[in-house]
Nanobody, 123 residues
Framework: QVQVVESGGGSVQTGGSLRLSCIVSGLRIDDDAMGWFRQAPGKEREGVSCLTRMELTYYDGSVEGRFTISRDNSKNTLYLQMNNLRPEDTAMYYC?????????????????WGRGTQVTVSS
């Protein structure tokens, strides 16, 4: 059973930066693709970024050029460096052993979501 613990969220102003961390247990993150997702109030969960086993990356168009996904295999930890944050980035952020983009059905069937970490960006 995969377990994840996200941290690093907070409240920042527009243009600020945060680095999210996701400590993973139950699988080796360098053996599988891992992704970051987010869910804003009143909206569906959406994929943000993915890092594959072969270290290929995917970014949603809304974050490309501002966010960077990475991992530390020795710590089995996934990261998301977020720069130049905007109010529309405000959401709860989750990591998962999924690789966006994913269908709504896949995300709903996934049963290893963590509690997430809240990111709030004020204008």
């Amino acid at each position: 059973q995969v377990q994840v613990v996200e941290s690093g969220g907070g409240s920042v102003q527009t243009g600020g930066s945060l680095r999210l961390s996701c400590i993973v247990s139950g699988l080796r993150i360098d053996d599988d693709a891992m992704g970051w997702f987010r869910q804003a109030p009143g909206k569906e969960r959406e994929g943000v970024s993915c890092l594959t086993r072969m270290e290929l990356t995917y970014y949603d168009g809304s974050v490309e050029g501002r966010f960077t996904i990475s991992r530390d295999n020795s710590k089995n930890t996934l990261y998301l460096q977020m720069n130049n944050l905007r109010p529309e980035d405000t959401a709860m952020y989750y990591c998962a052993a999924l690789c966006p983009p994913e269908t709504t059905e896949t995300m709903e069937q996934y049963n290893s979501w963590g509690r997430g970490t809240q990111v709030t960006v004020s204008s």
